[in-house]
């Protein structure tokens, strides 16, 4: 009971992830009606704003000690970062901070990327089929890794939580479990805690402004509201840089959980869509519910019981299909996903 | 009856494709000379580097490359001659090989054994390389060997740990001088023994593809040899980025160890998970937790940051050894570069020597004489010790460094300790040991 209970809670984790994500994708997809391959590459242009913010912190004064050397036997180069040199304490308690701090940098970095990709490049093909916008933005996707992987390089770059979130909490004794029976790491609390937080808030932005009610009359009826003498467009064009910023602060505080590589937007993207379609293209209820559903099923579908279980009856790799397995039988009992409405990609 | 009816146009068609397909053999051979595939006949002679540019090794692969280029230098006589002044063996002389100026193409594996086997197609094909090397997966050197094999170059494989490679995939034409899971398994269990005791409970977590599967079977093996046992082992697909859902399960296993069968970004992850769950500092059955790394690399390493300390490993080598060729070999490597070589930098161009030195005491690039040099060839002053080079399945057989994560790291390289350096005579087995399977060395193929 316990395993499976820790499971379901590393589920409700994982599939914040994949649900602050999705709800980005899904924004995009309502408001622009833009199939966005390159969403992925956002949540990793987030990750490394973490990274630029924390080498931008690391900058370094180098000093020579002569009483070291280095691996040639050379003087050692000693480099301490000159935000402690001049704060001390402070500096340092800066560069552990360095993760949550970066969301300051990456809102506004990210909702600019976001609108100069919208207003670039993507603008130009709202017109066009989705196989077309599909091929642009994955084209788009794989420029950005690249030129990611070249400042950067291909090798993980981790990132550590503060000092005060590096452990793990003991759920299980605070509901009358054995002592380690339910543990689970501070950070991915954090995570889960701050994915839901986003989510909330995207949901009363939407719902609770005068910004938010026009772009929802403006996801129902588009041509209505520019007819009232409304500018939709620039509303949406905001919308797409909001969504950036949405997978932006999602890939920052993903960075303590995997060190953030090139790649890791597109290790998300797949799994992201198939949380869109399963939850209803351009659903954003939708994406949030799918989001937690898979990463939860994902979560049981690893337990060594699990996939004995089903490797007893063929299916020894249940834990690398069962997200594609949910999403085949929902879409066949429920073509239009689990909160689909009519008429999205459907003419 | 048959209705069979052939035109003008079809006949002119069908013949275009019998003329093309009877000339085939002879443009794929278009550069043979000599009896053997590509045989140069100019003054230099060509090396393909098969390494990945792109895909999660690509830095990796980048040190790869600084160390054959390095090589290059020094068979042409430039820099310091790095471990040729080291090398046992006297006959490289800095004049290229057999006199001839080496030069080289590249290619891009991806880390995909399609595209592996495609850019070492085109160098041997297009190019006119005498020798392919490289790689830094498993299955890439596995289907890159094969491919060699059937084309008649020789393979000098780079970062490749599965037992398959030397064992049940082994090609008469490929050579390993990277160590592999066998040997890992053999060196790590003894020091795994001293260090947590012989009554330990493990849960593996592996990577699902033939490095993963062998590495489990021989660490599994070597400690439950030392009275260990083994309470699971998960595989994981190797796609996985987030191990949580692998990782969580331990907790309540009743194991006290946790081998991570992972290399590459899965170790990074897997390693960072295990910790941020609080394993190593749990107690489990009236001991502390611990967690086992088999195959250690210190570019790898640095991805998984503080994670990595007091964590034993094993590995091929270190720079920070300090026999002769090792030394020589980090100062000619870290004053071209400003850092010290990783392990896959050093076995790539031991086996760029090592070619070298066959084809000078064969006196031949035929493959079947560089075969027959390689098979049993006796050396030292590369950087591992005293090396042999077996016959029955091309693989090296030498000392293995059993390694732990730096507790206080003086730099970002200094991130591993060596704890102990195990003698060959401890990692050696029989070619035909089960676990190497059931493969066929086969006889060299020239090409022709």
């Given at each position: 009971m316990d395993a499976i209970l820790l499971q379901i809670i590393n589920g409700l984790d994982k599939g914040s992830a994949y649900a602050l994500i999705a709800l980005g994708l899904t924004l995009i997809f309502g408001t622009l009606g833009v199939v966005n391959f390159a969403h992925g590459a956002l949540f990793m242009l987030g990750a490394f704003c973490a990274v630029t913010f924390s080498k931008i912190l690391s900058i370094s004064q180098v000093v020579i000690d002569p009483t070291r050397t280095d691996f040639l036997g050379n003087p050692l180069k000693v480099n301490t970062p000159y935000v402690e040199v001049w704060f001390g304490d402070f500096g340092t308690a800066l560069l552990d901070w360095s993760v949550p701090l970066s969301i300051l940098m990456a809102i506004p970095v990210m909702i600019l990327i976001g609108i100069i990709m919208e207003r670039g490049l993507i603008k130009h093909f709202y017109n066009r089929p989705h196989a077309d916008q599909i091929l642009v933005t994955f084209g788009l996707a794989i420029v950005i890794q690249e030129i990611v992987k070249a400042f950067f390089g291909a090798n993980p770059i981790p990132q550590a939580a503060p000092d005060a979130f590096i452990g793990s909490l003991d759920l299980g004794v605070m509901v009358g479990f054995a002592e380690n029976a339910i543990i689970y790491p501070y950070w991915r609390l954090i995570y889960f805690a701050f994915s839901a937080l986003i989510i909330a808030g995207v949901f009363a932005f939407l719902r609770f402004t005068t910004f938010g009610m026009v772009v929802r009359a403006g996801m129902a009826d588009r041509e209505t509201v520019g007819l009232l003498g409304i500018n939709i467009d620039r509303r949406?064009?905001?919308?797409?840089?909001?969504?950036?910023?949405?997978?932006?602060?999602?890939?920052?505080?993903?960075?303590?959980?995997?060190?953030?590589?090139?790649?890791m937007g597109m290790d998300f993207l797949v799994l992201s869509f198939v949380v869109v379609v399963v939850g209803g293209m351009g659903s954003l209820p939708g994406a949030v519910l799918a989001g937690f559903l898979l990463g939860v099923l994902e979560s049981l579908a690893s337990m060594p019981e699990i996939k004995n279980l089903f490797g007893a009856i063929g299916l020894p790799a249940i834990d690398q299909i069962i997200i594609y397995l949910v999403a085949v039988i929902v879409l066949l009992v429920r073509p239009r996903g689990l909160l689909g409405k009519a008429g999205m990609m459907e003419e | 009856m048959s209705n069979f009816q052939m035109n003008r146009r079809g006949l002119l068609k069908t013949g275009a494709v019998m003329g093309a397909g009877m000339a085939m053999p002879t443009i794929l051979t278009a550069g043979s000379h000599g009896g053997y595939v590509n045989a140069p006949t100019g003054s230099t002679v060509t090396l393909g580097f098969n390494v990945p540019q792109s895909g999660p090794y690509?830095?990796?692969?980048?040190?790869?490359?600084?160390?054959?280029?390095?090589?290059?230098?020094?068979?042409?006589?430039?820099?310091?001659?790095?471990?040729?002044?080291?090398?046992?063996?006297?006959?490289?002389?800095?004049?290229?090989?057999?006199?001839?100026?080496?030069?080289?193409?590249?290619?891009?594996?991806?880390?995909?054994?399609?595209?592996a086997r495609a850019s070492a197609q085109s160098m041997i094909q297009k190019d006119g390389a005498v020798m392919i090397t490289g790689g830094s997966s498993s299955g890439v050197a596995v289907a890159v060997q094969a491919l060699c094999q059937e084309a008649g170059i020789i393979f000098m494989a780079g970062l490749t740990h599965s037992n398959d490679t030397t064992g049940?995939?082994?090609?008469?034409?490929?050579?390993?001088?990277?160590?592999?899971?066998?040997?890992?398994?053999?060196?790590?269990?003894?020091?795994?023994?001293?260090?947590?005791?012989?009554?330990?409970?493990?849960?593996?977590?592996?990577?699902?593809?033939?490095?993963?599967?062998?590495?489990?079977?021989?660490?599994?093996?070597?400690?439950?040899?030392?009275?260990?046992?083994?309470?699971?082992?998960?595989?994981?697909?190797?796609?996985?980025?987030?191990?949580?859902?692998?990782?969580?399960?331990?907790?309540?296993?009743?194991?006290?160890?946790?081998?991570?069968?992972?290399?590459?970004?899965?170790?990074?992850?897997?390693?960072?998970?295990?910790?941020?769950?609080?394993?190593?500092?749990?107690?489990?059955?009236?001991?502390?937790?611990?967690?086992?790394?088999?195959?250690?690399?210190?570019?790898?390493?640095?991805?998984?940051?503080?994670?990595?300390?007091?964590?034993?490993?094993?590995?091929?080598?270190?720079?920070?050894?300090?026999?002769?060729?090792?030394?020589?070999?980090?100062?000619?490597?870290?004053?071209?570069?400003?850092?010290?070589?990783?392990?896959?930098?050093?076995?790539?161009?031991?086996?760029?020597?090592?070619?070298?030195?066959?084809?000078?005491?064969?006196?031949?690039?035929?493959?079947?004489?560089?075969?027959?040099?390689?098979?049993?060839?006796?050396?030292?002053?590369?950087?591992?010790?005293?090396?042999?080079?077996?016959?029955?399945?091309?693989?090296?057989?030498?000392?293995?460094?059993?390694?732990?994560?730096?507790?206080?790291?003086?730099?970002?390289?200094?991130?591993?300790?060596?704890?102990?350096?195990?003698?060959?005579?401890?990692?050696?087995?029989?070619?035909?040991?089960?676990?190497?399977?059931?493969?066929?060395?086969?006889?060299?193929?020239?090409?022709?």
């Open positions: 949406f064009t905001i919308m797409f840089g909001v969504a950036a910023a949405v997978a932006g602060l999602a890939g920052v505080m993903y960075t303590p959980i995997n060190p953030p590589n090139y790649h | 690509a830095d990796e692969g980048a040190d790869e490359l600084r160390a054959y280029l390095l090589a290059v230098k020094h068979l042409n006589g430039e820099g310091d001659g790095g471990m040729m002044n080291t090398f046992s063996s006297k006959e490289l002389k800095g004049n290229g090989i057999l006199g001839r100026e080496v030069v080289y193409v590249t290619g891009d594996t991806q880390t995909k054994s399609d595209a049940k995939d082994k090609k008469a034409n490929g050579f390993r001088h990277f160590f592999n899971s066998y040997m890992s398994g053999a060196a790590l269990a003894p020091v795994l023994e001293n260090a947590y005791g012989n009554d330990r409970v493990a849960y593996h977590l592996t990577a699902d593809y033939n490095w993963g599967w062998t590495t489990q079977e021989s660490v599994q093996a070597a400690t439950e040899a030392k009275g260990w046992t083994t309470v699971a082992n998960v595989l994981t697909p190797l796609t996985a980025t987030d191990f949580s859902s692998y990782i969580a399960p331990v907790l309540n296993s009743g194991a006290d160890v946790l081998v991570l069968n992972h290399y590459g970004g899965n170790m990074i992850n897997s390693l960072t998970s295990a910790v941020q769950f609080g394993l190593r500092d749990k107690l489990v059955n009236d001991k502390n937790f611990e967690i086992v790394v088999p195959l250690y690399s210190r570019l790898m390493a640095r991805g998984a940051g503080a994670n990595v300390k007091g964590i034993y490993g094993s590995t091929n080598w270190h720079w920070s050894l300090q026999d002769d060729g090792s030394k020589a070999f980090v100062k000619s490597f870290g004053e071209e570069y400003g850092f010290p070589p990783s392990q896959a930098a050093h076995t790539v161009y031991c086996q760029t020597l090592l070619y070298a030195d066959a084809c000078e005491r064969a006196g031949t690039h035929n493959p079947c004489g560089v075969v027959e040099a390689l098979e049993g060839f006796d050396f030292d002053g590369l950087g591992n010790g005293p090396t042999h080079y077996r016959a029955g399945d091309h693989q090296c057989f030498k000392d293995v460094l059993v390694v732990r994560g730096k507790e206080n790291p003086t730099s970002e390289f200094d991130l591993l300790e060596i704890v102990e350096v195990t003698p060959r005579a401890q990692v050696e087995y029989p070619v035909d040991h089960p676990m190497m399977g059931d493969g066929n060395l086969g006889t060299c193929n020239p090409g022709t």
